[in-house]
């Protein structure tokens, strides 16, 4: 099956998923729906048969609210039954509604106190690193998760310690749960500032799969630095009334909604 086709599944599965559990986060899933099913299903090293297995790949979600794309690929790549999507946010469900370690090993860390999935991805590195491993640490990140100190403190000790093994994905959507980001809280130039910070730079269309692919093919090969693809997204990528309105950060689809938004996603 072609990546895009696989995606609008696993769009599809997350508006199943937020309008069942009545809550969650549609924009953010949704715009990180195309870098994420890429992730799985074409560019991480790992086994859902083991996911555990000492040389795989280690995916940190530090914008853990965007967990339900990371459900929707694990279940569609076999680390567990599709149908489990269902128990989203429900009461002892593994799938909380940020991703929770204890509950699930697989996700590598609880995360989504903002700032804090980057320090943890940049400890991995580190860590990595010291015991001579050869796998990546991949990281997505927001941008508004940029506006946190500790964030840029993370990416300050990557450069230091060369942590060419550290690869960041940010989720450039340009919303917060509060608005506009660079009405929040600007952001800009992020492309600079990361090359000020010794970080390998690149750009690229987050719903282009060649790019994507072709982009984290090109950083794992730049030695002696840390390296970061902002992934400029659509957030809400796939439902025409979510697209772009940082409303739907936070809130699931309900009603005709639900109808509308699976429609328009087949």
């Not at 990546?3 to 990180?32: N, P, V, Y």
């Not at 790949?57 to 567990?80: E, K, Q």
Request: aromatic share 8%.
């Amino acid at each position: 099956m072609k990546l895009e086709q696989t995606a609008k599944i696993i769009r599809q599965d997350i508006i199943r998923m937020l309008a069942e559990a009545g809550s969650g986060h549609s924009a953010g899933s949704l715009g990180m729906a195309d870098v994420m099913t890429a992730l799985y299903f074409k560019i991480l090293k790992h086994d859902p048969k083991k996911p555990l297995w000492d040389h795989r790949d280690r995916l940190i979600l530090s914008n853990g609210h965007i967990v339900p794309v990371r459900y929707a690929c694990m279940a569609r790549t076999g680390y567990f039954p599709v149908k489990t999507l269902s128990t989203l946010r429900k009461f002892k469900s593994k799938l909380q509604g940020h991703p929770s370690f204890h509950d699930l090993p697989a996700l590598e860390a609880s995360t989504g106190s903002l700032g804090q999935g980057v320090n943890v991805a940049v400890g991995m590195a580190l860590a990595a690193k010291l015991d001579k491993k050869h796998h990546f640490i991949f990281c997505i990140t927001s941008d508004g998760e940029h506006d946190e100190g500790s964030t840029w403190e993370a990416v300050s000790a990557a450069h230091k310690y060369k942590l060419d093994n550290l690869i960041f994905i940010l989720d450039r959507n340009k919303i917060q749960i509060s608005g506009h980001t660079e009405k929040v809280w600007p952001l800009e130039p992020l492309k600079q500032k990361y090359q000020s910070f010794g970080w390998k730079v690149f750009e690229i269309n987050g719903h282009n799969f060649n790019q994507i692919i072709s982009t984290v093919n090109q950083a794992k090969k730049i030695k002696g630095k840390p390296k970061i693809i902002i992934a400029h997204v659509i957030p809400g990528k796939g439902v025409s009334f979510m697209e772009g309105k940082h409303q739907w950060h936070g809130k699931a689809p309900q009603g005709e909604e639900v109808t509308q938004a699976l429609e328009e996603l087949q």
